[in-house]
Every structure is written in C-alpha cells, then in structure tokens.
C-alpha cells in the first residue's frame, strides 16, 4: 500500500489560511494517489471544514484557539494507505 504522509505539524493563528502538504505521500508502483483528509479532532466549537479535502494540499481557515488534528489517507486504487495524522496548534 502506499504510504501516506500528512506533512509536518504547524503553527497559526484563527483566521490565517493553513495549508496542509501530503506531497510527500507516494506510490511505490508510481501510480497515481487519490487523497482524503478530514479532522481526527479539533477544539469543540469550531465548525471549520477542509476545502479541498480531496486534493494534495488542501487548506482551512482555524475558527477557535486549540489543537486540530488532520488525518490523511492516500489510496492508489487498489491499495489504500494507513491513516497519518498532523497536528496544527492554533495560538489567539
């Protein structure tokens, strides 16, 4: 299966765009990935959603201080990836 790879945790503030990179992930075959990204977990009031969640680097805008933690899985339509996961620490 390919290998996904959600990209190095950040740091933000609320309203500053954060853009996620799973460029990193790959296919040993070198066929081509589908990405999927969707939060694990983040700060209980936040209605945030990812835009572009399907795309290698999707991005969102923090509504609430706290932690978001991104998941990834990649598949190369046959074999689907184990879940890798970053965290992005949202300060004021």
Do not use: E
Not at 61 to 77: A, E
Not at 78 to 88: D, E, G, K, P, R
């Amino acid at each position: 299966a390919p290998p996904a790879k959600a990209g190095p945790g950040q740091r933000s503030v609320i309203g500053q765009t954060v853009t996620l990179d799973g460029s990193k992930s790959h296919d040993p075959n070198g066929s081509a990935l589908t990405y999927t990204w969707k939060f694990k977990s983040k700060p209980r009031k936040s209605t945030v959603t990812i835009q572009g969640a399907t795309t290698v680097a999707p991005t969102f805008v923090p509504d609430v201080r706290g932690n978001y933690v991104v998941q990834l899985v990649v598949s190369d339509g046959q074999l689907t990836s184990v879940a890798s996961s970053v965290m992005i620490q949202i300060k004021r």
